[in-house]
């Protein structure tokens, strides 16, 4: 590709196979775009979307990557959000998961940022839409954040909103 866009076009295409040839194009993106923010956000957002059956694995490890930060909003919109809202396939796994993995993020999220795990906590807002398993795993989640000892208020509201019955 001759610039961001094609290539981004490129990778989120490539971004669904399971193979090293998409690994490898995954990489060479990063090293390419590594100094752009916004960029980079893009990169976490292709790779939370995939359809892979190890996609929450993926999420997991580059929620440690130097490259993200609980810190930043967009860093957290892009690779968090964008699992929660983005993939739904991925993100209702029958073994509530990625419920557990959102909810342990959104905890540690409201220590920092109680808005930004209020927002994020939207991932759970449908929760009773949904069919067993899913449902009582979503709720679960949901008592667990509001069980929470340091709960702030931003949160607190959010999560008592969506659990009142």
């Known amino acids: 590709a001759r610039n961001m866009t094609d290539s981004l076009a490129a990778l989120s295409t490539l971004a669904q196979r399971e193979d090293a040839e998409a690994e490898q194009c995954l990489e060479v993106f990063y090293t390419r775009w590594q100094a752009a923010p916004l960029v980079t956000d893009k990169w976490f957002a292709v790779q939370a979307t995939s359809r892979h059956a190890d996609t929450l694995a993926r999420v997991h490890a580059l929620s ?8 930043n909003p967009n860093k957290v919109y892009a690779l968090l ?5 983005g993939n739904p396939a991925r993100f209702h796994g029958m073994d509530g998961a990625s419920y557990h993995f959102m909810s342990e993020q959104i905890a540690q999220l409201d220590d920092l940022n109680p808005q930004v795990a209020a927002r994020l ?5 449908d929760w009773r839409r949904y069919a067993e398993p899913y449902r009582s795993a979503m709720r679960a989640a949901l008592l667990t954040l509001r069980n929470k000892p340091s709960l702030s208020r931003d949160l607190g509201e959010i999560v008592n909103k969506y659990l009142v019955e």
């Open 64 to 71: 440690t990557h130097p490259a993200f930060s609980l810190k």
């Open 81 to 85: 959000r964008s699992f929660g809202q």
């Open 121 to 125: 906590a939207g991932v759970f807002n």
